[in-house]
């Protein structure tokens, strides 16, 4: 008779944020599941933290315009729809326009999301967001490679449905040849003063200021 099989019970995200964990690596619970993360690279850190700057300016600027309350936040905390009681997720950027909450320890409804890919974690880096992108209030998701210069932006479109293929397919939304363009976001040497020339049209779409445009 085999040996009776034992089954490790799911841990739930209020155990998940209740856990305190050693060192400083980045911990996330993937269907019950806790996944550490790779500790980023100086590429990735850099990045992070400029086009955060570039996103805070760029809402603040849209805040003193027209009022609209939007901020940017760093390993922003997202529980995804699917099974929330078992999956807390980590994105580098988000970007939420929702009023702030000190005791929720999460944001509820991204706009925008941003993750710096990794040579060893890409694959589970995409397959987070994806998950992320079923979220009603995500309308953008935008990866940047830490390795090159190369920027990936999912868009839904009017009728919120996602594109068949990103904007940057194929190749990426590269850096112009110093003409200007806001796709110079995608670049190591953030920000820089054209990177705010252009601002969202929308709190959801404050990705238009960092990223190419598709009719360009």
């Given at each position: 008779?085999?040996?009776?099989?034992?089954?490790?019970?799911?841990v739930t995200v209020e155990d998940f944020l209740?856990?305190?964990?050693?060192?400083?690596?980045?911990?996330?619970?993937?269907?019950?599941?806790?996944?550490?993360?790779?500790?980023?690279?100086?590429?990735?850190?850099?990045?992070?933290?400029?086009?955060g700057a570039a996103l805070r300016e760029a809402?603040?600027?849209?805040?003193?315009?027209?009022?609209?309350?939007?901020?940017?936040?760093?390993?922003?905390?997202?529980?995804?729809?699917?099974?929330?009681?078992?999956?807390?997720?980590?994105?580098?950027?988000?970007?939420?326009?929702?009023?702030?909450?000190?005791?929720?320890?999460?944001?509820?409804?991204?706009?925008?999301?941003?993750?710096?890919?990794?040579?060893?974690?890409?694959?589970?880096?995409?397959?987070?967001?994806?998950?992320?992108?079923?979220?009603?209030?995500?309308?953008?998701?935008?990866?940047?490679?830490?390795?090159?210069?190369?920027?990936?932006?999912?868009?839904?479109?009017?009728?919120?449905?996602?594109?068949?293929?990103?904007?940057?397919?194929?190749?990426?939304?590269?850096?112009?040849?110093?003409?200007?363009?806001?796709?110079?976001?995608?670049?190591?040497?953030?920000?820089?003063?054209?990177?705010?020339?252009?601002?969202a049209e929308r709190p959801d779409e404050v990705?238009?200021?960092?990223?190419?445009?598709?009719?360009?």
């Amino acid at each position: 008779m085999p040996p009776a099989r034992r089954f490790t019970p799911l841990v739930t995200v209020e155990d998940f944020l209740a856990t305190e964990f050693a060192g400083e690596a980045r911990y996330e619970l993937v269907d019950g599941e806790v996944v550490g993360q790779a500790h980023p690279s100086p590429a990735h850190s850099a990045l992070q933290v400029e086009l955060g700057a570039a996103l805070r300016e760029a809402l603040r600027d849209r805040a003193r315009r027209d009022g609209t309350r939007c901020r940017a936040l760093s390993e922003a905390g997202i529980r995804p729809q699917f099974d929330p009681t078992h999956n807390y997720r980590v994105a580098d950027l988000a970007v939420t326009c929702e009023p702030f909450d000190p005791d929720v320890s999460f944001t509820v409804a991204p706009v925008l999301l941003v993750e710096i890919l990794s040579p060893t974690e890409e694959k589970a880096q995409r397959a987070k967001l994806h998950v992320c992108a079923a979220m009603p209030s995500v309308r953008e998701i935008l990866f940047l490679d830490s390795r090159i210069i190369r920027a990936e932006l999912h868009r839904r479109d009017a009728d919120g449905r996602w594109p068949v293929a990103p904007l940057g397919a194929g190749g990426g939304l590269r850096a112009g040849a110093g003409d200007g363009r806001v796709d110079d976001a995608a670049g190591r040497a953030l920000p820089r003063p054209r990177l705010l020339s252009r601002k969202a049209e929308r709190p959801d779409e404050v990705s238009r200021c960092l990223t190419a445009e598709a009719r360009a």
